[in-house]
């Protein structure tokens, strides 16, 4: 007799995750509310990168770059020319937007290894532009003091708890976005180009403008994260679009399962906590998630996500 179906026990995780999330926080201490508040974020950011590596079989190491762009348009428009929540959101979101729509031009015609190296590239490329250009990002001293938003309704995002549930409430509907997104005729076809480009373009897609629309809108969702994380953390700097926060984003994603957008979440939560615990005891924290990386492409290649299928499987005894 089975036991349970992998469907429930997905599902099941599902209910139990998202009543966790808002039931815990209240009784937790102010420092792991903060760090919740960092998963949901970065879950954000590794969702959005699903799109590409899971969905699309399009490895990026430049993802970080939209993340960073959009916070540091946050920081800009708050602190020197004091633009309001829904202005700055919109100007975070639209130049991200715009430079995926600029870059998906050159990168949608390559695949595998030379997408990664050209994303790798171009992420630099956003990533120098951060550092020099110190008049209007501040160089390696970053923009601090960004204020917490506004929505215009008598809700206090200042407190931690309230600004918590604000970001849980952005990455259920993300999460929601992306599901049909990845469940939708288009959504289908790009799982078609992961696993085979040429029967793809023998059948009659376009693969390129499946590709370029793919990197957009991955583009598109990583820059809601960065605006979330700028009014989070009140600080933005070039670290927050280098190559280390690529590669993070990167591993989020392979740790957690790709093509499945609750396996990075999951992922990414993993990753904020190591990072977190780790860093606290040493310096050399990125030399131990290269290890984790490691382990988990050799042993675990499916990530989170598949194991928990094995283990379902293994429970499913007649």
């Known amino acids: 007799m089975r036991l349970i179906t992998g469907s429930k026990f997905k599902i099941g995780g599902m209910i139990v995750a998202f009543f966790l999330l808002m039931m815990l926080p209240p009784i937790l201490p102010s420092y792991w509310l903060t760090i919740l508040t960092q998963m949901l974020i970065f879950g954000i950011l590794a969702m959005s990168l699903d799109v590409l590596m899971g969905y699309t079989g399009l490895p990026s190491f430049g993802h970080a770059g939209f993340f960073g762009t959009s916070a540091y348009v946050v920081a800009i428009l708050s602190t020197r020319y004091q633009v309001g929540f829904l202005g700055c959101v919109f100007g975070g979101f639209l130049l991200s937007t715009a430079i ?10 390559s695949g595998g290894v030379y997408f990664l190296m050209i994303t790798l590239a171009l992420g630099m490329v956003i990533w120098g532009l951060a550092f020099r250009w110190v008049t209007m990002t501040g160089g390696d001293n970053g ?29 259920l509907v993300v999460l929601i976005l992306l599901y049909l997104f990845t469940r939708s005729p288009f959504g289908l ?14 059948l009659g897609y376009n693969t390129w403008l499946h590709k370029y629309l793919s990197y957009v809108v991955a583009g598109a969702f990583g820059a809601i994260s960065g605006i979330l994380w700028a009014y989070y953390n009140g600080f933005v700097s070039p670290m927050d679009l280098d190559l280390t926060a690529s590669f993070e984003a990167f591993l989020m ?4 399962g790709p093509g499945t957008l609750i396996g990075p979440a999951l992922g990414a939560g993993m990753i904020v906590f190591l990072k977190n615990f780790i860093s606290a005891y040493t310096h050399r924290w990125l030399l131990i998630l290269g290890a984790i990386y490691i382990l988990a492409i ?16 293994g429970g499913d005894k007649e």
């Open 253 to 256: 994603v392979i740790l957690g």
């Open 100 to 109: 995926a729509f600029l870059f998906g031009l050159l990168v949608a015609h």
């Open 298 to 313: 050799l042993y675990v290649p499916g990530g989170i996500m598949e194991l928990g299928k094995r283990l379902v499987k």
């Open 189 to 202: 076809s790009l799982r078609g180009i992961r696993d085979s480009e040429s029967r793809m373009r023998i």
């Open 143 to 171: 923009i601090a003091g960004i204020p917490k938003p506004e929505l215009g309704i008598p809700i206090p995002l200042e407190d931690p708890m309230v600004f918590y549930y604000f970001v849980l409430s952005v990455f």
